[in-house]
C-alpha cells in the first residue's frame, strides 16, 4: 500500500488546482487579484473614516453638539460589527466574489444615502447599511487574498492588504482636503460612493471566484470555471475536481469555548475590543479636535493623513518585524506605546506641523497594535476553528468598538478637556497589554496579519 498509495497521493496532489496554486510561482494575474483586494480594503478604509472626514461641516450645519456627533461617528462600526458575523459567514455559502459585488453596492446605496440625509437619524441608519458592506467585504477579501497566493507569498499578500486600509485613509483625506476646500460634506460621501461604483466591474474583470471555494462548494460548472481561472494564472487545466474531505466544515461556536481554547478567546477578545476602541477614538475624532483648534476643515482632513499614514508604516513595519522578533512582544510594545502617544496627542500642540506629526506617530502605534492583534489572532487558533474564532473576536470587538466615538462625545460634552478624554480613551491600549499579558507565548505556526 505504501509505494502505490504515496503515488496515487502524488497523482491527487498534481491534478488538485489548490495545490497547484500553492506550489507554483504567482502569476501576474494573481497579483492582479491581490492588488484588486488591497485597492477594495482602501476602499473601505476611505468609506469608514469618510464620516470623520464630513464631521466638522455636519456639525456647524445642522449645529449638533459633540455627544450627538460622537453617536453618529459610531453607526458604521455596529453595521461592521455585524458585517463581520454575518456576511462572512455568506461569503462561505455564496463565494467571495458573489459577497464583495453585494457589498460594493450596499457601500454605494450607503454613501449615496449619506450624502442625501438630512437628519441625525437618516444619515446615521445610512451609516450602519455602509457598515454592513465594510464588515462584509473584509472578511471576504481576507479569505479571497490567502486563496489567490501561493505559500511562499500568502503572508507577503495578506500584509499588502492590511496596508490598504490605511492608504486609503491617506488618499480620501488628500481627495477630501481637496473637496472640502471647495465644496460642502456632502462631497466626500458622492466621491466614495462613485469609487465603490467604480470597483464594480474592476471586480468583475480582475477577481474571479475563488478556486478553493469552487473546489469545496461544487457550484453548476465549477470544473469549467476553475480551468478558466487556472487557464489565466498560466497554468494547465485539470480533468477533474479532486475528491473533496467529508469532514464537517463548519465547528459550533462552543468549540470556543473549550477548555484549550478558552483562555485565548477571552483574552484576545478583550483585548481587541479594548485596543481597538482607543485605534477608532483618535480616527473618528481627529478632524473636530483640529478644527476646534482654529483650523480649517480641509487642514482638519490632513492631519488624519498623517495619522493614517504613520498607520500603513507601522502596518507594515509590524508584518516585517514579526519574521524576527517574538510577536507577542512586539504588540504589547505597540499597545503601550499607543497609550502614551494617543495622550500626548491629547496634550495639543502649538501648531498644524506639530499636531500632524504626533497624529502619525500615534496612527503608527495603533494601526501597529491592530495588525499585531490579527496576527496573534491567526496564530493561537488551530485551523478547524480560526475562522469561527476570527469572527467572534473581530464581531464582538467591532461591536463594541462602537461605544468609543459615542464614549468621547459624551465626555466632550460633560465639559472634560481633550487632555482628560484623550488619556481616558488611550487607556484602552494599556487594557489591552494586560489581557495580551495573560496568553500563552506558545506558537504553532507563523502569525500572517491581515486587515483592521
Same mark, same amino acid.
Given at each position: 500500500?505504501?509505494?502505490?498509495?504515496?503515488?496515487?497521493?502524488? +497523482?491527487?496532489?498534481?491534478?488538485?488546482?489548490?495545490?497547484?496554486?500553492?506550489?507554483?510561482?504567482?502569476? +501576474?494575474?494573481?497579483?492582479?487579484?491581490?492588488?484588486?483586494?488591497?485597492?477594495?480594503?482602501?476602499?473601505?478604509?476611505?468609506?469608514?473614516?469618510?464620516?470623520?472626514?464630513?464631521?466638522?461641516?455636519?456639525?456647524?450645519?445642522?449645529?449638533?453638539? +459633540?455627544?450627538?456627533?460622537?453617536?453618529?461617528?459610531?453607526?458604521?462600526?455596529?453595521?461592521?460589527?455585524? @458585517?463581520?458575523?454575518?456576511? @462572512?459567514?455568506?461569503?462561505?455559502?455564496?463565494?467571495?466574489?458573489?459577497?464583495?459585488?453585494?457589498?460594493?453596492?450596499?457601500?454605494?446605496?450607503?454613501?449615496?444615502?449619506?450624502?442625501?440625509?438630512?437628519?441625525?437619524?437618516?444619515?446615521? @441608519?445610512?451609516?450602519? *447599511?455602509?457598515?454592513?458592506?465594510?464588515?462584509?467585504?473584509?472578511?471576504?477579501?481576507?479569505?479571497?487574498?490567502?486563496?489567490?497566493?501561493?505559500?511562499?507569498?500568502?503572508?507577503?499578500?495578506?500584509?499588502?492588504?492590511?496596508?490598504?486600509?490605511?492608504? @486609503?485613509?491617506?488618499?480620501?483625506?488628500?481627495?477630501?482636503?481637496?473637496?472640502?476646500?471647495?465644496?460642502?460634506?456632502?462631497? &466626500?460621501?458622492?466621491? $466614495?460612493?462613485?469609487?465603490?461604483?467604480?470597483?464594480?466591474?474592476?471586480?468583475?474583470?480582475?477577481?474571479?471566484?475563488?478556486?478553493?471555494?469552487?473546489?469545496?462548494?461544487?457550484?453548476?460548472?465549477?470544473?469549467?470555471?476553475?480551468?478558466?481561472?487556472?487557464?489565466?494564472?498560466?497554468?494547465?487545466?485539470?480533468?477533474?475536481?479532486?475528491?473533496?474531505?467529508?469532514?464537517?466544515?463548519?465547528?459550533?461556536?462552543?468549540?470556543?469555548?473549550?477548555?484549550?481554547?478558552?483562555?485565548?478567546?477571552?483574552?484576545?477578545?478583550?483585548?481587541?475590543?479594548?485596543?481597538?476602541?482607543?485605534?477608532?477614538?483618535?480616527?473618528?475624532?481627529?478632524?473636530?479636535?483640529?478644527?476646534?483648534?482654529?483650523?480649517?476643515?480641509?487642514?482638519?482632513?490632513?492631519?488624519?493623513?498623517?495619522?493614517?499614514?504613520? $498607520?500603513?508604516?507601522?502596518?507594515?513595519?509590524?508584518?516585517?518585524?514579526?519574521?524576527?522578533?517574538?510577536?507577542?512582544?512586539?504588540?504589547?510594545?505597540?499597545?503601550?506605546?499607543?497609550?502614551?502617544?494617543?495622550?500626548?496627542?491629547?496634550?495639543?500642540?502649538?501648531?498644524?506641523?506639530?499636531?500632524?506629526?504626533?497624529?502619525?506617530?500615534?496612527?503608527?502605534?495603533?494601526?501597529?497594535?491592530?495588525?499585531?492583534?490579527?496576527?496573534?489572532?491567526?496564530?493561537?487558533?488551530?485551523?478547524?476553528?480560526?475562522?469561527?474564532?476570527?469572527?467572534?473576536?473581530?464581531?464582538?470587538?467591532?461591536?463594541?468598538?462602537?461605544?468609543?466615538?459615542?464614549?468621547?462625545? *459624551?465626555?466632550?460634552?460633560? $465639559?472634560?478637556?481633550?487632555?482628560? &478624554?484623550?488619556?481616558?480613551?488611550?487607556? $484602552?491600549?494599556?487594557?489591552?497589554?494586560?489581557?495580551?499579558?495573560? *496568553?500563552?507565548?506558545? +506558537?504553532?505556526?507563523?502569525?500572517?496579519? &491581515?486587515?483592521?
Amino acid at each position: 500500500m505504501t509505494a502505490q498509495h504515496a503515488a496515487k497521493m502524488e +497523482r491527487m496532489m498534481a491534478s488538485d488546482p489548490r495545490a497547484v496554486i500553492q506550489r507554483e510561482p504567482m502569476s +501576474r494575474f494573481q497579483w492582479g487579484i491581490v492588488a484588486t483586494m488591497v485597492g477594495l480594503n482602501a476602499l473601505d478604509g476611505f468609506d469608514v473614516l469618510s464620516i470623520s472626514f464630513a464631521s466638522p461641516g455636519i456639525a456647524a450645519e445642522w449645529r449638533i453638539d +459633540r455627544a450627538a456627533l460622537g453617536v453618529v461617528l459610531s453607526m458604521e462600526l455596529i453595521g461592521m460589527a455585524a @458585517g463581520s458575523l454575518l456576511l @462572512g459567514g455568506i461569503a462561505d455559502r455564496v463565494g467571495r466574489r458573489a459577497t464583495i459585488l453585494l457589498c460594493l453596492v450596499m457601500m454605494t446605496i450607503g454613501m449615496l444615502g449619506a450624502a442625501s440625509a438630512g437628519s441625525i437619524m437618516v444619515l446615521s @441608519g445610512w451609516r450602519v *447599511l455602509t457598515g454592513l458592506g465594510i464588515g462584509g467585504m473584509l472578511a471576504a477579501t481576507n479569505a479571497a487574498v490567502a486563496e489567490a497566493a501561493n505559500d511562499r507569498r500568502r503572508a507577503l499578500a495578506v500584509v499588502l492588504m492590511a496596508a490598504g486600509y490605511p492608504l @486609503g485613509t491617506i488618499i480620501g483625506g488628500l481627495v477630501s482636503a481637496v473637496l472640502l476646500a471647495h465644496f460642502d460634506w456632502r462631497a &466626500v460621501f458622492l466621491f $466614495g460612493a462613485t469609487a465603490s461604483t467604480l470597483f464594480i466591474p474592476i471586480v468583475f474583470w480582475c477577481a474571479p471566484e475563488s478556486i478553493a471555494f469552487l473546489v469545496h462548494r461544487r457550484p453548476s460548472g465549477a470544473l469549467e470555471r476553475t480551468n478558466r481561472i487556472l487557464g489565466r494564472m498560466g497554468h494547465a487545466p485539470v480533468d477533474a475536481l479532486p475528491v473533496e474531505d467529508t469532514s464537517p466544515a463548519r465547528v459550533p461556536l462552543v468549540a470556543l469555548f473549550a477548555p484549550a481554547l478558552q483562555r485565548p478567546t477571552i483574552l484576545l477578545t478583550l483585548a481587541y475590543l479594548a485596543h481597538i476602541m482607543t485605534f477608532y477614538f483618535i480616527l473618528k475624532w481627529i478632524p473636530k479636535i483640529v478644527t476646534d483648534m482654529g483650523f480649517a476643515p480641509s487642514a482638519a482632513a490632513g492631519v488624519l493623513v498623517w495619522a493614517s499614514i504613520g $498607520g500603513a508604516t507601522g502596518s507594515l513595519l509590524l508584518g516585517l518585524l514579526t519574521a524576527r522578533l517574538p510577536l507577542l512582544r512586539l504588540t504589547i510594545i505597540a499597545m503601550l506605546a499607543s497609550t502614551a502617544l494617543v495622550t500626548v496627542f491629547g496634550a495639543g500642540q502649538g501648531s498644524l506641523a506639530g499636531l500632524s506629526a504626533v497624529a502619525a506617530l500615534a496612527g503608527f502605534a495603533t494601526n501597529a497594535g491592530v495588525v499585531g492583534l490579527y496576527a496573534l489572532i491567526a496564530q493561537s487558533f488551530p485551523t478547524a476553528v480560526r475562522a469561527t474564532a476570527t469572527g467572534v473576536v473581530i464581531g464582538v470587538g467591532r461591536g463594541g468598538s462602537a461605544l468609543a466615538p459615542a464614549l468621547a462625545g *459624551l465626555l466632550f460634552a460633560q $465639559g472634560h478637556s481633550l487632555q482628560t &478624554v484623550a488619556l481616558l480613551m488611550g487607556l $484602552g491600549s494599556i487594557v489591552a497589554a494586560l489581557a495580551l499579558f495573560g *496568553l500563552t507565548t506558545a +506558537r504553532r505556526r507563523p502569525a500572517v496579519p &491581515v486587515a483592521p
